[in-house]
T-cell receptor, first 113, second 108 residues
Framework: DTAVSQTPKYLVTQMGNDKSIKCEQN?????MYWYKQDSKKFLKIMFS???????INETVPNRFSPKSPDKAHLNLHINSLELGDSAVYFC????????????FGQGTRLTVV | DAKTTQPNSMESNEEEPVHLPCNHS???????IHWYRQLPSQGPEYVIH???SNVNNRMASLAIAEDRKSSTLILHRATLRDAAVYYC?????????FGAGTRLTVKP
């Protein structure tokens, strides 16, 4: 049973398209995250949700919109894709608080052509 | 922004201990020190965390300086499967920001 699952694993799309990446966790966690890992391998936090409420919203373009329909899901919708959006996107979840261990998905490799 | 400083890379021989250092001089009293690692083509995975006391688990040990401004992740016997990027993170509430990490190479 996969704890944090992301779909799709690979996504190749053209500039200007709109796409979504889905994330689901079956751990009963309250908090979910989206991270972006670029070609230089830096892992940058994008968003964090706690109980469906947005608590961290880093400086990312408005084209990126997270949606949390329930505690177990945090989807990432991207409008008007640009070449610079090409990266690996990781979803993660944890219990609330600073002692909690976070679990990461396997990542979605997005390539914009 | 990440508040931690780690060497870019380190090398180790297989079966030998590895000490991975991390400086976090701006740590606040409520920040927990977490370590994660990222194996090639995988998402990060939790290794260990601590607040003030040294910690041990099945994967590693964490030694925390008395002033908490630095810590060291200790792998007691490195294996080839330990080759990864190791990240030291200061976790405050739900905020979890990664730095550049240390790329560990393990030589047979």
């Amino acid at each position: 049973d996969t704890a944090v699952s992301q779909t799709p694993k690979y996504l190749v799309t053209q500039m200007g398209n709109d796409k979504s990446i889905k994330c689901e966790q079956n751990l009963g966690h309250d908090t979910m995250y989206w991270y972006k890992q670029d070609s230089k391998k830096f892992l940058k936090i994008m968003f964090s949700y706690n109980n469906k409420e947005l608590i961290i919203n880093e400086t990312v373009p408005n084209r990126f919109s997270p949606k949390s329909p329930d505690k177990a899901h945090l989807n990432l919708h991207i409008n008007s894709l640009e070449l610079g959006d090409s990266a690996v996107y990781f979803c993660a979840s944890s219990q609330r608080g600073q002692i909690a261990e976070a679990f990461f998905g396997q990542g979605t490799r997005l390539t914009v052509v | 922004d990440a508040k931690t400083t780690q060497p870019n890379s380190m090398e180790s021989n297989e079966e030998e201990p590895v000490h991975l250092p991390c400086n976090h001089s701006t740590i606040s009293g409520t920040d927990y020190i977490h370590w994660y690692r990222q194996l090639p083509s995988q998402g990060p995975e939790y290794v260990i965390h601590g607040l003030t006391s040294n910690v041990n688990n099945r994967m590693a040990s964490l030694a925390i300086a008395e002033d908490r401004k630095s810590s060291t992740l200790i792998l007691h016997r490195a294996t080839l499967r330990d080759a990864a990027v190791y990240y030291c993170i200061l976790r405050r509430n739900n905020d979890m920001r990664f730095g550049a990490g240390t790329r560990l190479t393990v030589k047979p």
